[in-house]
Each structure stands twice: as structure tokens, then as C-alpha cells.
């Protein structure tokens, strides 16, 4: 008992008065008819009078005891459950002698059940004049100091239990992202799309570009990677017939932890046969705006002090034309040489990496260098070169560039998509130039999957795929500044 604060040494104290009591300290099952946002939206435009005449059956509600006042023969304190807090009146002579002294004993943070009828006072206040009093749990730790909450704001992560009770910001926004995921299914299951489920151990690194955490099965002795994407598994069931298919899930990548990044993630990633990168143009600002307005009620946002306008249709630009407008120089230009590429990037002072060796390698840099982040309107970013993009369909036109586009708002990153590469030939041939990139020291290129060209064999019909980012979206919707505010138990280094 050494380690204790004072507080939590009262709290003990209480515990053993209410085991004396033979009072179950952590509870029983309490059944509940309302909670107070029900009761808010019932009663809170009824006056004192009406409340006064009007006939009610038992209300039952639950929660925890934010604050409390009163002495002597009454008191007054604010409970509070998933949706809100109410205020509760508790008197005397309305409860049993042992329900109003476990009242009277009560700390902060302990969670009660109360049955009674709705009133109001004589300062308006929406109240529930309790009758009957349940003690369901006892809470040994103090809360934070009232008006403050939780002033650390890594602390905030590693205890998030104690961020969602203590800071209405933060719980509304889980709840919002709860709403958005829900949402997000609601239009796609609208448009025919499956939910299915692929492994998230994987035997063959793929589906993107990122190193991956490994791991080993012991009984199969063999070594697994977690999945980076889940896009070669949901491709294979376009092959197996079904034409609309998406995943909202969990992937992983070994990477550094950024307010931009966490190395376990939310990704939608959906693929629809006979479509394109267009048509996947058209889902993404079509899913985004019905979010906006299903969640939202606005498509006009602020971020990072910047006013966003996710209104469609989205502004679709060239990766080359883009550069072009920034730097002056002509990647469509079918004369353009690595050479010449090269010694460009280099003028401008970049360092360029041993497995950058081909001019879509240097356009790649020099866009993410020069221009990702001065966009800040929704902004279609296609046309990437087939040198990054191992996965994607050449372009009929000009075949140096690929049928792909990211989406890009206030200079991030939040989705990426493909008219789909469903010739196996040029596939196996993609995952060999990603093999030779390996061995040129590239961690995050590809391997070979074998299985994966047998299914494209069978045949994959004409296809658009696509992957969003929810959680930095959820970041867009809510004004979050860091990817930790999203996710509600984000990976922080172990304290020492």
C-alpha cells in the first residue's frame, strides 16, 4: 500500500466498507430503459409544471459519477454514459438508509444504477429524482482534475480509457469514426459490393510498396509477413467470379511513426470488375460526398487552418504535366533520356538511390519532392510511370506511364487506385524488374508470386481497384492534427 496516493487509500477503505456491506464493489448485471440523450431529446423542452403532471414509468439508467454536491439530506451529481451526462437528485428520505450513506460515501469515477422520474429544477435543469440507488462499481484511481482532463498529451494515447471519460472531444470523435465506417459499408453494400475477408498473414510479400513485419508459424515452419495490402487476395476473387469486392481492415508496415503514420493502419481496398482508373475516379469522389453529406451535412471543411472543398468533381491532373507546371521540364517528352533525368534531379540538389533506374524513377522524385505538398485541394494525381507502379496497367497511349492515380488533399497522400494489370505476362514481367530492384537495395519492392500469375492465367476480367486511407480521412472529417487522435490505441514506445 506504499505506492498509494492518499485518495486511492480512502477509495480502498470504501471498498472494504461495502464488502462489510456484503454490497458487490464491481456489480451485477443492471438493466437499463433509457439513456441521456433519450432522456434529453424527450423531455428537455417540457417545463418544470409539465414534467410535474406527467404521468411516467421508472426510469432506469446507468453511469459514472462525474460530480457531485450537497450535504446532509440531499445531493445533487452528474452521471455519465456513452452519449452525455444527466443530473441526478437523491434525498433522504426517498431511499433506504443504506442506499443514501453508499450515496453519501460515493467518489467520482464510480459507476452507479438509478431508477426514478424525470423533473426539472428550479434553475431548468433537466434531473432524474432518483428513488432507488445501485452501486454497480468501484472506482480506485481518481479521475483527472475536473476541468483539465488528461494535460499530457502522450498520455492522452497510452491511457485512452481515461481521454474518452475525461474529454468529450475525443469521445465524439471515435463515435464519428464508428459512424463513418458504418456509412462507408452502407454505400458500397448499396452499390453490390461484397464485404469478404482475405488472410492477414501472408507467405509472399505484396500488394504494395512498404517493409513489412515478419513473423514465423511454427507448426508449418515456414515465415510469414503481415499483410501490407490485402490487393492480390482480392484480385484473385475477381478471378473466381465475384465482380465487386472490398475489405475494411487492418494492414501493417514496419515503417517510422509519424502524425501521419502508425504501423498498423485502417485501409478500405475495393476492386470492381469491368471497371477502370476513371471509373475509380468517379466511386472515390461519389463515396466521399455521400460521407459529407450522411455524416457531415456540409462538404466545405477546415484543415490545418485551411478551408476544403470536397464538393465533386475533384481537379484530375497528369504526375508529368504536374511537374511540368512546377519545374519546367517535360517527362511526356518521348525523348527524354535517364541521363539527362537524372542529372536534372541532381541539379536540384536530390540524392538518387542505387534502384532508381529508369526516368519514371526520376519523375516520381522530383513530384514528391517539388509538388505533393503544395496541393491542397482534392486533386487526382495520374498517369504514374510503370517503374513504380508494378501493379497497374499500362496506358494504350503512352505505355512509359500507367493507368493510375493518388488522391491528394492538403499535401497528403489519402488514396491510390489502378485501372488493373490482368496480363499475366506483363505481370510475371513486373515482379521480376521488382526482384532486380531488391537486389539493388530497394526494402520495400515486391517478390515473385507465382500463384498470383496462375490465377491471372485463368483470367481476371478488365478491372478498377482502390485504396483509401480511412484513418487519415477520419482525420480530414474531425480537424485532427496526428493520426494518434484517430486511432484509439495508437503505438507509442514502451515507457522505461
Not at 429524482?129 to 476541468?147: F, G, M, N, Q, S
Not at 514496419?254 to 470488375?273: D, R
Not at 507546371?325 to 537524372?342: H, P, V
Amino acid at each position: 500500500m506504499e505506492h498509494l496516493s492518499e485518495q486511492e487509500r480512502v477509495r480502498r477503505a470504501k471498498l472494504k466498507e461495502l464488502e462489510n456491506l456484503n454490497i458487490d464493489a464491481f456489480g451485477k448485471r443492471f438493466d437499463r430503459n433509457s439513456n441521456t440523450i433519450k432522456l434529453i431529446e424527450k423531455y428537455n423542452d417540457k417545463t418544470k409544471e409539465e414534467l410535474a403532471e406527467l404521468a411516467q414509468e421508472p426510469i432506469k439508467i446507468a453511469g459514472r459519477i462525474m460530480t457531485k454536491r450537497g450535504k446532509g439530506k440531499a445531493g445533487f451529481a452528474h452521471i455519465m454514459d456513452q452519449y452525455g451526462q444527466i443530473q441526478i437528485y437523491v434525498r433522504k428520505d426517498n431511499l433506504t438508509e443504506q442506499e443514501f450513506d453508499i450515496f453519501d460515501k460515493s467518489d467520482l469515477g464510480d459507476i452507479i444504477g438509478v431508477i426514478g422520474t424525470i423533473m426539472k429544477t428550479n434553475m431548468g435543469e433537466l434531473t432524474l429524482k432518483v428513488d432507488e440507488y445501485i452501486h454497480l462499481t468501484k472506482a480506485l484511481r481518481p479521475l483527472p482534475e475536473k476541468w483539465h482532463g488528461l494535460k499530457d498529451i502522450e498520455e492522452r494515447y497510452r491511457r485512452r480509457y481515461v481521454d474518452l471519460l475525461t474529454n468529450e472531444e475525443t469521445r465524439n470523435t471515435f463515435i464519428l469514426r464508428s459512424l463513418i465506417l458504418q456509412k462507408i459499408r452502407e454505400y458500397l453494400n448499396q452499390k453490390d459490393f461484397l464485404e469478404v475477408e482475405t488472410p492477414i498473414l501472408h507467405s509472399i510479400l505484396g500488394g504494395g510498396a512498404a517493409r513489412p513485419f515478419e513473423t514465423h508459424h511454427n507448426t508449418l515452419d515456414m515465415p510469414f509477413y503481415l499483410r501490407i495490402a490485402p490487393e492480390l487476395y482480392l484480385k484473385r476473387l475477381l478471378v473466381g467470379g465475384l465482380e465487386g469486392v472490398y475489405e475494411l481492415g487492418r494492414n501493417f508496415r514496419n515503417e517510422g511513426i509519424s502524425i501521419k503514420h502508425n504501423p498498423e493502419f485502417t485501409m478500405l481496398e475495393l476492386y470492381q470488375a469491368y471497371g477502370d482508373m476513371e471509373s475509380m475516379m468517379d466511386l472515390t469522389e461519389d463515396l466521399v460526398n455521400y460521407l459529407c453529406e450522411t455524416v457531415l451535412n456540409t462538404t466545405t471543411l477546415t484543415y490545418n487552418d485551411k478551408t476544403i472543398e470536397l464538393k465533386k468533381p475533384w481537379k484530375r491532373l497528369h504526375m508529368a504535366d504536374a511537374v511540368k507546371e512546377k519545374l519546367g521540364i517535360d517527362f511526356k517528352d518521348t525523348d527524354m533520356t535517364y541521363a539527362f533525368a537524372r542529372q536534372f534531379a541532381t541539379d536540384k540538389g536530390l540524392d538518387i538511390p542505387a534502384h532508381y533506374t529508369g526516368v519514371g524513377h526520376i519523375l516520381e522524385l522530383l513530384f514528391e519532392t517539388f509538388v505533393e505538398e503544395d496541393i491542397i485541394q482534392p486533386t487526382f494525381i495520374y498517369g504514374h510511370p510503370v517503374e513504380i507502379s508494378p501493379l497497374a496497367k499500362k496506358n494504350a497511349k503512352d505505355p512509359r506511364f500507367t493507368d493510375r492515380f493518388e488522391v491528394f488533399i492538403d499535401g497528403r497522400e489519402y488514396g491510390n487506385a489502378f485501372t488493373e494489370l490482368n496480363n499475366p505476362i506483363d505481370q510475371k514481367e513486373r515482379f521480376e524488374a521488382q526482384l532486380k530492384e531488391k537486389d539493388l537495395g530497394n526494402q520495400e519492392a515486391g517478390e515473385m508470386d507465382l500463384d498470383y500469375i496462375e490465377a491471372l492465367e485463368y483470367g481476371m476480367p478488365p478491372a478498377g481497384g482502390l485504396g483509401l486511407g480511412i484513418d487519415r480521412f477520419i482525420m480530414l472529417f474531425t480537424n485532427s492534427r496526428s493520426i494518434r487522435d484517430v486511432i484509439l490505441f495508437p503505438h507509442m514506445r514502451q515507457k522505461k
